[in-house]
């Protein structure tokens, strides 16, 4: 729910704030730098929660902290990305990419209760699914269409 909050009052102000200054509201942009400061705050959560995040990736996969330390920096680099306009569609590539990559974690996450920030399972669990599949394909198509589609 953070996420889609940042998305969406980025966007505000920055449409906001090109029209006091430019008279003139370049949406295309106010959504990349929206989607780029979600990514940012998401990031965070890397570096703040790697422990319980870690706990989401499935067992199988090895390095689990450094995996998650290195996400939240692959998170990083697409946000600065989707600014760049030499860089805008292959960081929106892979970003749509690695949306679709993650949302096992976040199913197994909901599956187990876990609660990523505390590593505790004691999460909103299935509940949160019902919310989070539908808003994991709501940022694909914001990319899809504020970056690819133009």
Not at 23 to 46: D, E, P, Q, V, W
Not at 91 to 117: D, G, H, M, R, T
């Amino acid at each position: 729910m953070k996420p889609l909050f940042i998305l969406l009052v980025t966007f505000i102000i920055s449409i906001g704030i090109q029209k006091l200054i430019l008279k003139n509201i370049n949406y295309l942009l106010s959504a990349r730098i929206a989607m780029c400061a979600m990514l940012l705050f998401t990031a965070l959560g890397h570096f703040l929660f790697t422990e319980g995040m870690s706990k989401m990736i499935p067992n199988c996969i090895p390095l689990k902290p450094t995996l998650v330390l290195l996400t939240g920096v692959l998170e990083v680099v697409l946000a600065m990305g989707l600014l760049l306009p030499n860089y805008q569609k292959t960081a929106a590539w892979v970003l749509i990419f690695f949306l679709l990559l993650i949302l096992p974690a976040n199913i197994k996450a909901s599956l187990e209760n876990l609660n990523y920030q505390t590593g505790a399972y004691n999460g909103k669990g299935l509940f949160y699914l019902w919310f989070r599949i539908p808003l994991q394909f709501f940022f694909i198509a914001w990319v899809y269409f504020f970056t690819l589609k133009k």
